[in-house]
């Protein structure tokens, strides 16, 4: 008997976190549960110790993967996010995390010695560390190398959402909202105009008036200014050197509290 997609889909991301645990992590990560979300502006999080079993023998770490992006992003991308998070668990249970959801020198250089080189930006040149960070795969390295043995192993992620988002590319080149380098907003595995023809995946909307002003906002100092609407990513703040975003896009940051889930920000 078939398997349902639900099954299908949670399967292959089974298996990629096993995969990637015995070629990254030497098999020492104690396995999580999988949930997909669409938390805003996020390609996914780890939150340790997120489920309790009803009977109270046993706890698990989530780690949670935003579906809406799926068919904006290649399968590598997802997958980098995925191992991404996995560092987050490795260092939960292995190593010395900071408070407040920072990104610290052990984090960052975990993520280098497995292939994902940390970045603010999400391009080179970036910082290693931060309160908000993401990362760009290196060519040739642990993961990139792994990830190709995967995917040409056979299907994965062979479900996407229909109801699609893309990556706001302001936020994306001031936060890099996931485990991912910047990301860009088609992706070439998938036929985004096919997919719109047939009814699969709904059209963008139609343009907003011009002559409605919109509120932009600085991430660093939160300085408000009001223009048209497309100037997201477009005016630059002066004193902070960061450019404004529209208020939804800016990446939520995470609170001092331990329980907090990390976020692939």
């Given at each position: 008997m078939a398997g349902t997609a639900s099954q299908l889909l949670y399967?292959?991301?089974?298996?990629a976190y096993d995969w990637f645990n015995e070629r990254l992590y030497d098999g020492k990560l104690p396995g999580c549960i999988f949930t997909l979300q669409r938390k805003a502006n996020t390609f996914g999080y780890y939150s340790e110790s997120r489920f309790l079993r009803r009977?109270?023998?046993?706890?698990?770490?989530?780690?949670?993967?935003?579906c809406a992006y799926f068919a904006h992003r290649s399968i590598k991308k997802t997958l980098s996010t995925l191992v991404h998070e996995q560092v987050h668990?490795?260092?939960?249970?292995?190593?010395?995390?900071?408070?407040?959801?920072y990104h610290n020198a052990e984090w960052a250089d975990k993520m280098e010695s497995i292939g994902l080189m940390p970045s603010d930006t999400g391009e080179p040149g970036g910082r290693?560390?931060?309160?908000?960070m993401t990362h760009y795969i290196i060519e040739g390295g642990p993961f990139d190398l792994a990830c190709d043995e995967l995917i040409e192993s056979g299907a994965m992620l062979s479900w996407i959402d229909v109801v699609t988002q893309r990556v706001p590319m302001s936020a994306t080149q001031l936060f890099?909202?996931?485990?991912?380098?910047?990301?860009?907003?088609?992706d070439p595995t998938i036929d985004i105009p096919a997919l719109t023809t047939?009814?699969?995946?709904?059209?963008?909307?139609?343009?907003?008036?011009?002559k409605n002003k919109r509120k932009?906002?600085?991430?660093?100092?939160?300085?408000?200014?009001?223009g048209k609407p497309g100037l997201?990513?477009?005016?630059?703040?002066?004193?902070?050197?960061?450019?404004?975003?529209?208020?939804?896009?800016?990446?939520?940051?995470?609170?001092d509290d331990d329980d907090q889930p990390d976020a692939d920000d």
């Open positions: 399967d292959e991301i089974e298996a009977n109270g023998t046993g706890k698990s770490d989530e780690i949670a993967l935003n668990q490795w260092q939960a249970h292995f190593g010395k995390r900071s408070r407040g959801g290693r560390c931060g309160q908000q890099g909202p996931g485990g991912e380098p910047v990301p860009q907003p088609e047939a009814g699969l995946i709904q059209p963008s909307s139609r343009p907003e008036d011009p932009y906002t600085c991430p660093s100092c939160h300085l408000n200014v009001w997201s990513g477009k005016l630059q703040c002066v004193e902070c050197e960061v450019r404004f975003v529209e208020p939804t896009e800016l990446v939520e940051v995470t609170l």
